[in-house]
C-alpha cells in the first residue's frame, strides 16, 4: 500500500529536518561566537563591493542581523516540512491540515528567494555606508539559487492548493458512501 511506503520514508525525513534545524540553527550561533565576521572576511563574502576595513561594528551587526531574517524564515520552513512529515508518519497523507504545510513550505520558500533578493542590496549599502562618498555601493543581483526557489516555492503551492482539493473530494467521497 503506498501509504504504508510515505510513513516509512516520512519517519527517517522527519528526524533528518530535525538534525537539520539544529545543525542549522547551532552552526550558525557557533559561527558567530567563534569568528564573528571583520572587514576582511565581510570583503571574501562580499567580493563585488569594497568594504572598508574601519567598518564600525555596529554597521557589521546590522549586516548580520538582516541576514538572520534569511536565516529565520528557512527554519521556519523546515519546521513546516518537520510537521508534514509528522502528519505522514501518522498516516495522514491525503488531508488538509497535510496541504497547509505544503503550502506554507512553498510560501517559505518563496519568503527565502524574496528576502536574499532584497537583503543583497541592503547588506551592500550596510557594509559600504561607512565608505568615503564616491565609494558606497548597492549591488543589486539575481542567481540560480533565487529563480530555483521561486519556481520551487511555486511548485509546493499548487500541489499544496491540488492537495487541498483532493482532501477535499475524498473527505466529500467518504461522506457519501
Known sequence: MQVDRVRRLAGPLYI?????MAFVVIGTIAGLILTFPTAETLQQKFPAFAVTPDIPYHLIWLSMLAGLLSLAVW???LDQMRRLFGCYKKGAVLTDQSAGFIQRIGVGFMGVALIEMILIPVQSVILTWANPAGERAISVGLNSDML???IAAGLMTVIG???REAASAAAENKAFV
Open 75 to 77: 527554519v521556519w520552513t
Open 148 to 150: 530555483g526557489f521561486l
Open 161 to 163: 492548493w491540488a492537495m
Open 16 to 20: 533528518a529536518t530535525i538534525v537539520v
